[in-house]
């Protein structure tokens, strides 16, 4: 059974940095592209970034030079790396396959609030 766990998140200040992981089961991880999406109260959930099993990056326009996606292949685990946080970023943030999630990977996420 397929498990993605997130960690990592917690209450900044604007302007602060935080570092987000996602540990991943079985061995979904070295075949497959991953993402960070990210879902505010109210809202949709987005993705908000992308890496290929090779390393290759995207990124959503609102994170764009603050946000870096990494992984680390030895230890199926993907990062999420935020700086110059702003209080739009605030959001319950998921890991997942992408940029096309597979809805039975859904794990809790993990909150990250971002004070003015």
């Known amino acids: 059974q397929v498990q993605l766990v997130e960690s990592g998140g917690a209450l900044v200040q604007a302007g602060g940095s935080l570092r987000l992981s996602c540990a991943t089961s079985?061995?979904?991880?070295?075949?497959?592209?991953m993402a960070w999406y990210r879902q505010a109260p109210g809202k949709q959930r987005d993705l908000v970034a992308t890496?290929?099993?090779?390393?290759?990056?995207s990124y959503a326009d609102p994170v764009k030079g603050r946000f870096t996606i990494s992984r680390d292949n030895a230890k199926n685990t993907v990062y999420l790396q935020m700086n110059s946080l702003k209080p739009e970023d605030t959001a319950v943030y998921y890991c997942?396959?992408?940029?096309?999630?597979?809805?039975?990977?859904w794990g809790q996420g993990t909150q990250v609030t971002v004070s003015s």
């Open positions: 997942n396959l992408g940029p096309t999630f597979a809805r039975g990977y």
């Open positions: 079985g061995r979904i991880f070295s075949i497959n592209p």
């Open positions: 890496i290929t099993t090779g390393g290759r990056t």
